[in-house]
Structure formats: structure tokens, C-alpha cells
């Protein structure tokens, strides 16, 4: 990998400002990493802060969803885009949070065959639909999740973190945003 995070000549802001370094200090004490997608963004700090205002608020803000649930549906969206970045390193904190490897290599070559139960497939199931023929979601389609005990709010959580990893998926494909290293050994 070459120093830059994207195929894209867009040099980091140098000096970072204060509260972004923090910030970056943060990741790396907490990852051991910034994240190449932190690093992408960060040509244009409104962008950065725009891009990470939404994903923590998404993936980390309050919301029934657990993170395991929202990181299955970051894989299983980011699986049908064929999203090599978001793969990598979501793929890797599902293996993570669940404990379980296999779980997060099913989820990113298919999460059909994933050892999953009824509420969790109803919501990759939706994340799918969303991905793949949104304009054909309807009543049905929503009641489904109601029926597996999604409110909803849940279910407006589900479109949120399936309509960001559809973003940033074309983002990180178009740009040939390449994830860090030491995604590829964690949690294994």
C-alpha cells in the first residue's frame, strides 16, 4: 500500500487542526490505527467531520439496533456493492463483536448463509432490498420488520445504516479506498 489511503492525489490537511488531531490521537490509541478512510476524508476537514459526525452517530449513537446488528448490516450491504474496504474492516468488527470469525466471513461472501436467526435475516433482508431495488419497498416490506419485533424507529435506524454503507461504498470503490493492514489479521 502507498502512503495515500485513496487512488486520489488529495494530500491530508497539514497541519491537522487541534480538535481533528485529538481525534486521530484517539483512533490511534483505541485502534492502534487511523482508520484510511479518516485519512481519505481528511483533504477537506468539513467533509471529515460531516463523514464522521453521521457514521458515529449511526454506528455508535443510541439506537435499539446492538453494534453487532449495525456492523451485519454494514457487511451485508457492503458484500452485495463489493466493497473492498468496508468489507475489510467491517467485516473485521463483526468478527470482533461476535467472537465469531465464521460469522463475518459468511456475512461477507453471503449473509444467506450465515447461522443467523428470523429478526436478524428480516433486517439483512431489508439492508439487501434497500441496496438492491429500493424504489420497490413498500408496507410489506416494513411490516416484515414490525413482525420480527422492529419498531419503528428501528426500522428507520436499519434504512439509515444501509443508506450510509450504499454512500460510502461508491465513495470508497470510486476512490479505491484501501483499508488499513491490520484489518486483515484482527479477530481471527
Known sequence: MTDSPTALDLP??????????????????????????????????????????????LM???SALTKLEREMIAVAVSSINKCFYCLTAHGAAVRQLSGDPQ??????????TAPLNDRQRAMLSFAEKMTLESHRIDEHDR?????????????????SVAGFFNMTNRVASATDMRPNDAYHAQAR
Not at 490521537?25 to 468539513?46: H, Q, S, T, W
Open 60 to 62: 455508535l449513537g443510541d
Open 103 to 112: 460469522l463475518g466471513e459468511h456475512l461477507v461472501m453471503n449473509w444467506r
Open 12 to 57: 491530508q490537511v497539514d497541519p491537522l487542526p487541534e480538535a481533528t488531531q485529538k481525534y486521530f490521537d484517539i483512533c490511534e490509541d483505541k485502534l492502534g490505527m487511523v482508520p484510511n478512510v479518516l485519512r481519505a476524508y481528511a483533504f477537506d476537514i468539513a467533509k471529515l467531520d460531516a463523514f464522521t459526525a453521521m457514521y458515529n452517530d
Open 143 to 159: 411490516q416484515a420488520l414490525r413482525d420480527h419485533g422492529f419498531t419503528d424507529r428501528d426500522i428507520f435506524d436499519i434504512a
